[in-house]
């Protein structure tokens, strides 16, 4: 079997529709696969302290007997989060889930505790819901996901889109790069073993920006164009994937502008993009293209292919 980078999958939760969105739609794509492990992980940011402080003196008690922390920490768990985390982990068997199901807790920073723990355990990809806030309020208010995707690096990350369901229909923008390319491999590897897949379009856009500029080094950017998006279906057909669910389209314009348009109006369920690692603060400011599709298109699952 190809590897999709499934063999170890860390699913972040808590309890909301979201995370149960994310649970699901998990649960409906690794069906399909073998894998080593799928852990549910949630992570305590200290709340639950918050009643039992008003009750106690902190500094002679909890800094003195931290068999009370214990306790605390213990009856939390074990009324609170292992019942949905067992909830999660019913509707994964059910969806047709038998590898091995683990529920972990930890606590700390969410962002910083899930970063750690992937790069501890060595998982290959993280699925988890995502909210709709704006790049500028995520960049500072430090949103978990957004800690995530700019925190790793050669990891798949999915956000899990608002109408998640099915991935019929996949999204894949190409410019050439190897970072498109790796972007390529994970989609030939998804339409190889998930059935319900009905269409991969392979989108390149000829950055109006440039054309000019290769106009004049000798470069036909349409020929251009259509030479990457060759290249990228061959990597379906030499897979015996049938031609007839690949479709090539390229457009002249602004790549962020464009990508998100066709998001937006051919209402693809699954976006696979290729990044190249970087800091949240260059995405801000330098406009990456796979920051702007993540926070003007909500509804579809956005999987981010990290180098």
């Given at each position: 079997m190809v590897n999709c980078g499934f063999d170890k999958v860390l699913l972040?939760?808590?309890?909301?529709?979201?995370?149960?969105?994310?649970?699901?739609?998990?649960?409906?794509?690794?069906?399909?696969?073998?894998?080593?492990?799928?852990?549910?992980?949630?992570?305590?940011?200290?709340?639950?302290?918050?009643?039992?402080?008003?009750?106690?003196?902190?500094?002679?008690?909890?800094?003195?007997?931290?068999?009370?922390?214990?306790?605390?920490?213990?009856?939390?768990?074990?009324?609170?989060?292992?019942?949905?985390?067992?909830?999660?982990?019913?509707?994964?068997?059910?969806?047709?889930?038998?590898?091995?199901?683990?529920?972990?807790?930890?606590?700390?920073?969410?962002?910083?505790?899930?970063?750690?723990?992937?790069e501890r355990e060595n998982f290959q990809t993280v699925i988890l819901a995502r909210r709709g806030i704006s790049e500028i309020k995520s960049y500072f208010l430090g949103s978990v996901s957004n800690k995530i995707l700019h925190g790793l690096t050669n990891r798949n990350i999915y956000l899990v889109g608002e109408k998640a369901g099915s991935i019929g229909d996949i999204l894949v923008p190409v410019d050439g790069s190897e970072y498109s390319m790796k972007a390529v491999e994970h989609a030939v590897c998804l339409t190889m073993y998930v059935k319900e897949i009905r269409k991969v379009t392979l989108l390149r856009v000829i950055n109006l920006s440039l054309y000019l500029e290769r106009v004049q080094a000798g470069i036909d950017p349409e020929e251009e164009a259509k030479e990457i998006l060759d290249k990228a279906k061959k990597r379906f057909l030499d897979q015996g994937i049938k031609e007839e669910l690949i479709e090539t389209k390229a457009t002249v314009g602004f790549p962020k502008k464009e990508i998100v348009k066709e998001i937006n109006q051919s209402g693809h369920n699954l976006v696979i993009m290729g990044r190249k690692g970087r800091s949240a603060f260059k995405d801000l400011v330098l406009g990456g293209v796979s920051s702007a599709v993540i926070n003007k298109c909500l509804e579809p699952t956005i999987a981010i292919i990290n180098l």
């Open positions: 972040p939760v808590d309890k909301s529709e979201n995370s149960l969105r994310a649970v699901k739609f998990a649960g409906n794509m690794l069906k399909n696969f073998q894998f080593e492990n799928i852990t549910l992980f949630y992570v305590m940011a200290g709340g639950y302290l918050s009643e039992h402080m008003k009750n106690l003196d902190f500094r002679a008690e909890l800094i003195k007997n931290s068999e009370i922390i214990t306790k605390i920490r213990k009856k939390h768990v074990e009324e609170n989060i292992m019942p949905f985390l067992s909830e999660y982990e019913g509707l994964l068997k059910k969806a047709g889930i038998t590898g091995l199901i683990e529920k972990k807790v930890e606590e700390g920073d969410p962002g910083n505790k899930i970063i750690e723990f992937v």
